[in-house]
């Protein structure tokens, strides 16, 4: 990461200076002959607009939207599975009767071990991607470990249909299929996930910012950020989408049980292997080409071994390992690379996107709580009939609402206006709301404390009265909501950047190390578990809630630089003279789109 402040090395910044415009060029742009190439002027001056997609783009979002569906119809339900014993007087499925505040259970294993499973789960689920997109780019390629994941849902999802019969619920033996489905659906999510959003982009044809007339006559640009901001607030709306079938999973365990409720999420899987097979041929697919990790590390071990441990995170460290600064100091004997300029470029964007998604996991912890914390208070509250782990889904219900304003309101408008809203001040604004929305957790957690009968035992197996505080658990939808609306401003611009700024051979490794900071999250709260429990629960709320608003301006001013850099999505690179490169896609290697088009010929 470059210092503070401190311009990227390597960006061309003379000509901005010398026209007193701060947007810095990346250097693909300022060296690449393209046809619409925009002048500095243009770029300063014309309006921008998101590029076409191709419908198989749209297409890969309704695979996200299957995997999800599927994956976040099992995902709240952990925490009462886990959690609650067989309602008294029950329908042995797992539901409560009718009319009856009790939540729905099985196991009855209690919050400490139910926050211990669910935060495993989901730090595996996000955890071992690191593994899979790595293995994706140096030797499956995308599709196929995507393919191998969703097989191993199939099994995972067989399973766990299987745990919810009656005689192993009531014989108190469903914890044996049922943990060996939830972590093999882990497993399953971990292969997919990482590599879905890369292969999507791969499919984006507008690359590099170019000038294009519209119907009007009006000159724009259209533009790679523009076009992965659409697409992306697209995908994330569709895993929302698939993330509010989690309500009809928690109706199906309230009034059904629990086979209903784990049948559906495998209804909801079963188009995906149709889909895959369907886009097979239709794709643009990236051959793996052998991971670029060992070049990093080598181009690490040169940059350290010229410049020493003091130059790291300083400007110029990273020059020192490019081929030409390597010639230009003589020692061309001495340090043989494999890789040319613009790969030194990419891995610094790469680390310094790497410290931007150092800042997730507090957002995670403040959207959806510490640990399983907001399930557990949302047994402190009046239901009513209604489930208490249904309220959750309005974290994707917020989101459903609010993509489109974002895609079709807020930032059209933005650009209409020439207003730059880049990646850091949208991510500065996620950060700031999901904040809030911890603080919202912490008050709504401190008066149920103070009204229920059981005081600051509620959420425990607490029988005294109704064992519930006198307010309503919609209450519980604001700060669900309010984190929802800032994962479109975190997540959304997170997945670009994962895949702009890294090596072409490492963008499911980059992908992965996002996702990575979610299970950090986990692994906290996963680490929390003792203390995640009453009488604790209002200050796991509150202290997270007063980092995360800490940590909002440390990052502002730390990455705000980003947003004056130019972004692109260059697909290839050409090899310099005398210089082997690795795993470079070549400049005419054709992309499959509607019509088809050929990447860029990019410098």
């Known amino acids: 990461m470059d210092e503070k402040g401190a311009p990227p090395s390597g960006l061309d910044t003379t000509s901005d200076l010398e026209n007193g415009n701060d947007q810095k060029l990346d250097p693909r742009i300022a060296e690449a002959q393209y046809e619409g190439k925009p002048t500095q002027q243009q770029l300063n001056t014309l309006r921008r607009v998101p590029g076409s997609i191709p ?36 329908n042995g499925w797992g539901a409560p009767p009718k009319g009856d505040q009790q ?43 995507i393919c191998w994941g969703v097989a191993v849902f199939g099994v995972a999802h067989a399973l766990m249909v299987a745990a919810g019969a009656k005689d192993l619920l009531a014989n108190g033996i469903a914890k044996v299929p049922y943990f060996i489905s939830l972590y093999m659906l882990a497993v399953g999510a971990a292969m997919f996930k990482p590599n879905v959003s890369p292969l999507l982009l791969d499919q984006v044809t507008t690359t590099l910012p170019k000038v294009v007339k519209l119907p009007d006559n009006e000159d724009v640009i259209e533009d790679p950020e523009s076009t992965t901001e659409r697409v992306m607030l697209w995908f994330y709306l569709m895993i929302n989408v698939g993330g509010f079938m989690g309500v009809a999973t928690s109706y199906s365990e309230k009034y059904v049980g629990w086979w209903l409720a784990f049948l559906i999420p495998m209804l909801l899987y079963m188009p995906l292997p149709f889909l895959l ?7 643009t697919i990236h051959p793996p080409g052998g991971s670029d990790l060992p070049h990093v590390f080598e181009l690490i071990g040169i940059c350290i071994h010229r410049g020493g441990f003091r130059r790291i995170g300083r400007k110029g460290f990273w020059d020192l390992g490019k081929p030409s600064n390597i010639a230009a100091a003589g020692l061309t004997d001495h340090f043989h690379t494999k890789w040319d300029d613009q790969f030194v470029e990419d891995v610094r964007r790469t680390f310094q996107a790497t410290g931007i998604f150092c800042f997730f996991p507090i957002q995670y912890i403040n959207d959806n709580g510490l640990g399983a914390a907001a399930s557990f208070l949302s047994t402190m509250l009046e239901t009513n009939g209604v489930p208490n782990d249904v309220i959750q889904n309005f974290n994707s219900l917020s989101i459903i609402a609010f993509a489109p304003i974002l895609n079709y309101g807020l930032y059209p408008i933005l650009r209409k206006y020439k207003i730059h809203y880049g990646p850091i001040a949208r991510i500065t604004t996620g950060l700031a709301m999901s904040s809030l929305g911890g603080a919202g957790y912490a008050i709504l957690n401190s008066y149920a404390y103070k009204l229920s009968p059981c005081g600051k035992y509620g959420s425990s197996d607490c029988e005294i009265g109704t064992g519930v505080a006198p307010i309503s658990i919609w209450w519980l939808a604001i700060p669900f909501a309010i984190g929802g609306i800032s994962e479109l401003f975190v997540n959304v611009p997170a997945y670009g950047l994962a895949y702009s700024r890294a090596p072409v051979n490492m963008r499911g490794l980059v992908s992965a190390l996002n ?13 929390c578990s003792s203390i995640v429990t009453d009488p604790h629960l209002t200050w796991d709320f509150g202290g997270p809630a007063i980092a995360g608003g800490v940590l909002t301006v ?25 210089v082997e490169v690795e795993g470079a896609v070549t400049k005419n290697e054709e992309m499959n789109g509607e019509a088809g088009c050929k990447v860029m010929d990019v410098v």
């Open 103 to 145: 939540t729905p259970g099985a196991l009855g294993m209690g919050t400490a071990k139910a926050n211990a499973v669910t935060q495993s789960f989901s730090m595996l689920a996000y955890a071992l991607p690191m593994v899979f997109g790595w293995m994706a780019d140096a030797k499956t390629g995308r599709y196929r470990i």
């Open 55 to 90: 419908i198989v783009a749209y297409l890969i979002c309704v695979v996200e939207f299957c995997e999800r569906a599927s994956y976040y119809g099992v995902q709240p339900l952990i925490s009462n599975f886990v959690n609650r014993p067989l309602p008294r007087d029950g």
């Open 277 to 283: 097979w369907f886009l097979y041929s239709r794709l």
């Open 554 to 578: 440390i990052f502002y001013f730390l990455f705000r630089h980003i947003d004056r850099e130019e972004y692109v999505l260059a697909q290839a690179r050409e090899q310099e003279p005398g």
């Open 515 to 527: 996702l990575l900071n979610t299970a950090v999250a986990y692994a906290i709260g996963l680490a």
